[in-house]
């Protein structure tokens, strides 16, 4: 079986646990006290010497970073559907997990850091990042329901949980109904499983 080692309110972390469900993949959720460090202690560095969740040990198969995780069971246990082998479907999967690690990881992830865990960051520059993503994305599903291709790939994955969870950190959604729509999708994909909310979002 799977290990999943996560913290619940974690997006990079819910990224994966979302895409095991879906690929309906046994697996068992580790929780991990980012709190009070465990993730910096040599125990869980010996999984991941960065230091971050999430991390999966497939049956002693070691892989860290979300994105990379998802690469790895698409590619282990996947269709092609989650991730083509072609080289142009490859290559617009991969642009979005680059937004992933990128705009999404600097906008809404990082504004959302800040309201809920007070990190000591911009938020105004977080979500200056989050709205300029969000307009892109917006014209983008305009004309196509999934971020790309004709279905739902691991680049969908990827980009769902800091973006739905977005006014958690104060940044609304309320603009852009091709993107709420997108979630709606997903939200509809067989095996689907939510990320827990927050105070903030429920008080939204």
Known sequence: MIKLYRHEL????HRVELFLS???????LVDVDLVNGEHKQEAFRALNPFGQVPVIDDDGT????????LVYLAKKYGTATWLPEDAEGAARVTRWLSVAAGPVAFGP???RLITIFGAPLDAERAKT????????MEQELAGRD?????????????GYSYIAHAPEGDVSLE??????AWLKRIEGLDGFVPMKATKVALAA
Request: net charge negative.
């Open 129 to 136: 990042i989050a709205y300029g993503l969000f307009d892109v």
């Open 146 to 158: 999934w971020l790309a291709g004709t279905a739902a790939t691991i680049a969908d994955i990827a």
């Open 10 to 13: 974690s997006g990079h972390a």
């Open 62 to 69: 070691i892989v860290s970073d979300s994105n990379a995780i």
């Open 22 to 28: 879906l690929l309906g993949l046994d697996h068992e």
């Open 175 to 180: 603009p852009y109904p091709h993107i709420r």
């Open 109 to 111: 992830a990082t504004a």
